[in-house]
């Protein structure tokens, strides 16, 4: 199982980006997708997910309204839209495939794509 997060980058603040998590090696439209960032000294941190069935999305408080996540079965991807950019927002983001089935969780990591906020 393979988890390739790209998209990341340095943008100025109320800027935007777009990442995006190719996943291969799973059976992609069964998992709930999230991301996750790190900020440098704290620790990581759930951002938004899109659930398998139904596509039902939950965000952190902190990007709600400002970031969305959409996923592309077709395509085995997930992406995850930035709008409106702060400072606070500069983390290393990971994409995370996770499924719970016949009471086993498994879980799935990327490697992460840096994104900073700066002026």
């Known amino acids: 199982v393979q988890l390739v997060e790209s998209g990341g980058g340095l943008v100025q603040p109320g800027r935007s980006l777009r990442l995006s998590c190719v996943a291969s090696g799973l059976s992609f439209s069964n998992y709930d997708m999230r991301w996750f960032r790190q900020a440098p000294g704290k620790e990581r941190e759930s951002v938004a997910e899109?659930?398998?069935?139904?596509?039902?999305?939950n965000y952190a408080d902190s990007v709600k309204d400002r970031f969305t996540i959409f996923r592309d079965n077709s395509k085995n991807t997930v992406y995850l839209q930035m709008n409106s950019l702060k400072l606070e927002d500069t983390a290393l983001y990971y994409c995370?495939?996770?499924?719970?089935?016949?009471?086993?969780?498994?879980?799935?990591w990327g490697q992460g794509t840096q994104v900073t906020v700066s002026s």
């Open positions: 995370n495939a996770y499924r719970v089935r016949f009471g086993k969780r498994t879980n799935y």
């Open positions: 899109i659930l398998s069935a139904g596509g039902r999305t």
